[in-house]
C-alpha cells in the first residue's frame, strides 16, 4: 500500500495513477467526507480507505462510509489516535466486517487477538 501519494484534492490525478500500478493507493486526507469518498469511490482512485472518525464528523459518518467503501469493494483502515472515548469508538468501527487495517500506526494484534 502507498498511502496519500498526492496533494488532498488530487482526486483525478489518483485515479490515473491507481490505474498504473498492481500497489494499492490508501486515500488518507482524501476521504475527509462521504462527498469525497464518492468522489474517490467514482474515480477509481483507491483501494483502500483510511477512515478516521475524527477528520470525518464522527462514528455515523464513519459507519456510513465504511459501508459505502466495501459497497465499492475497497478495504477499509483507520488511525486510532485518540483517548478514552474516542478509543472505544475506533474499536467499535475497526471490529465491522470489511475493515481490513483497524490502525495505521500501530500493530493491528493491538486490536485482533
Not at 500500478?21 to 467514482?42: G, K, N, V
Not at 482512485?45 to 464513519?62: F, H, P, T
Not at 488511525?79 to 465491522?96: K, M, R, T, V
Request: aromatic share 4%; hydrophobic share 45%.
Amino acid at each position: 500500500m502507498i498511502e496519500q501519494p498526492l496533494a488532498r484534492d488530487a482526486y483525478s490525478e489518483a485515479g490515473e495513477l491507481q490505474k498504473e500500478l498492481h500497489t494499492p493507493l490508501c486515500a488518507d486526507e482524501s476521504a475527509h467526507s462521504l462527498e469525497a469518498l464518492d468522489r474517490l469511490i467514482a474515480l477509481k482512485a483507491a483501494r483502500i480507505i483510511n477512515i478516521k472518525i475524527q477528520r470525518v464528523g464522527g462514528l455515523s459518518e464513519a459507519l456510513q462510509m465504511l459501508g459505502r467503501a466495501r459497497a465499492a469493494d475497497s478495504n477499509a483502515g483507520s488511525n486510532d489516535a485518540e483517548l478514552g472515548i474516542a478509543s472505544a469508538q475506533g474499536l467499535h468501527l475497526a471490529a465491522h466486517d470489511g475493515f481490513t487495517f483497524p490502525t495505521d500506526i500501530e500493530a493491528s494484534s493491538r486490536w485482533y487477538i
